[in-house]
């Protein structure tokens, strides 16, 4: 299989992978590649169209698409399963080939459901590590991993 991630893999378009880019032209041949990658809804429009196309709208209720989210999520765990802290950080590359389709899966069903619930992902996130910010202050919890109800104001 051919590799599409790597860790040298940048986000922006001039130093990307050309595989990666290669598929993105497949895919999205109406998108200005050369100038960015394509958008969350760009790729939830491909994604309900592929749906559509198969007549698979039909199985893509919330709950469904729920359920397979936390499925493909479960399977991301089975390539760390028994590896030590320092082997999962050094991953070969067909490791990490293995690991990135799974990663995929968990996206692509994370982007039917947000699409399905008409939920902005961008949206939510921004609201969220805004959410986060308040709930984990750094003077508070720098260095520290326990959950915000087990930190009070007092702690150094």
Do not use: C
Request: glycine content about 2%; overall charge negative; aromatic content about 8%.
């Amino acid at each position: 299989m051919t590799e599409l991630f790597s860790p040298q893999t940048k986000l922006n378009s001039q130093s990307a992978n050309p595989r990666l880019h290669s598929l993105i032209r497949i895919y999205f041949p109406l998108s200005p590649l050369t100038m960015s990658e394509p958008t969350l809804l760009e790729l939830q429009k491909k994604l309900a169209h592929f749906a559509a196309e198969r007549d698979w709208e039909q199985f893509h209720s919330p709950k469904n698409l729920a359920m397979a989210l936390i499925g493909e999520a479960a399977e991301i765990i089975e390539h760390f399963q028994w590896l030590t802290e320092e082997q999962s950080q050094q991953l070969t590359s067909e490791q990490q080939q293995a690991v990135a389709q799974e990663l995929a899966d968990v996206f692509i069903y994370l982007l039917r459901l947000s699409d399905r619930l008409h939920i902005d992902l961008i949206a939510a996130t921004l609201a969220k590590i805004q959410l986060n910010e308040q709930r984990y202050p750094v003077q508070l919890v720098k260095g520290n991993a326990r959950r915000a109800s087990e930190y009070s104001q007092r702690d150094p």
